[in-house]
């Protein structure tokens, strides 16, 4: 193996582990919160008693789960229960992060009682 | 990590800005997105004056008050010794207002 292609390899390597990047696990993070969500609020309406559980259930399923496929990274989990009724709700979000390895998806589901 | 729980309550301070703002508008469905917006940007910005060090995220939620109910769950896969959150709660006649912090340190 000559000189020139062993420093290839290193370089690739070093590079490779520089190259930690959100946008390519992005799918795999949407994929997980889909079935999580799916998982725990499926055939469920809406109920003020159960609603803080099934918030507290979905974003432990998905903090479980990411780790399992998707290495490297922190995360933070927030699952929002909102009862469909007349109000209105906005929500926004701001960060200050790398903007070359970091990210964040907003995965959202409703059936005929509620928002998530 | 010493620094976190002085963070803890500089960054409270400087979210409890929001509150006045809060408290002295009603819900208006035209306004209350900008709202949220520049709620969220100013906080940003007041937090990188405290420290460049960590990361943040922070968001803010404007719910208008109604017979509807509103869960909000957050959990968190970080190192317990650097990272950390805090949340706030302010409510006036028309809305509920629900800002979370997430510091990570870099």
């Known amino acids: ?116 | 990590f010493f620094f976190s729980s002085r963070r803890r309550h500089t960054r409270c301070r400087e979210v409890s800005w929001a509150r006045r703002w809060v408290q002295e508008t009603a819900y208006n469905a035209t306004d209350v997105q900008g709202c949220t917006n520049a709620i969220t940007k100013e906080i940003i910005s007041k937090l990188k004056e405290i420290s460049t060090n960590f990361k943040y995220i922070v968001t803010c939620a404007i719910m208008q008050k109604c017979e509807g109910g509103l869960h909000v769950a957050s959990t968190c896969f970080w190192s317990t010794s650097t990272d950390g959150n805090c949340a706030l709660r302010w409510e006036n006649e028309t809305l509920y207002c629900i800002i979370t912090v997430s510091y990570t340190h870099l």
């Open chain 1, 1 to 116: 193996v000559s000189t020139q292609s062993t420093w290839d390899l290193r370089k690739r390597s070093i590079m490779a582990a520089d190259q930690v990047s959100f946008s390519k696990v992005k799918q795999q993070v949407e994929d997980i919160a889909k079935a999580c969500i799916e998982e725990e609020l499926k055939n469920k309406n809406y109920s003020a008693k159960d609603g803080p559980s099934w918030a507290h259930n979905v974003s432990e399923k998905i903090i479980k789960a990411i780790p399992e496929k998707v290495k490297d990274f922190k995360f933070t989990v927030t699952c929002i229960l909102l009862n469909k009724s007349e109000s209105g709700m906005h929500m926004s979000s701001s960060c200050f992060w790398n903007a070359a390895s970091d990210g964040s998806i907003v995965e959202k589901w409703e059936n005929d009682t509620m928002h998530c």
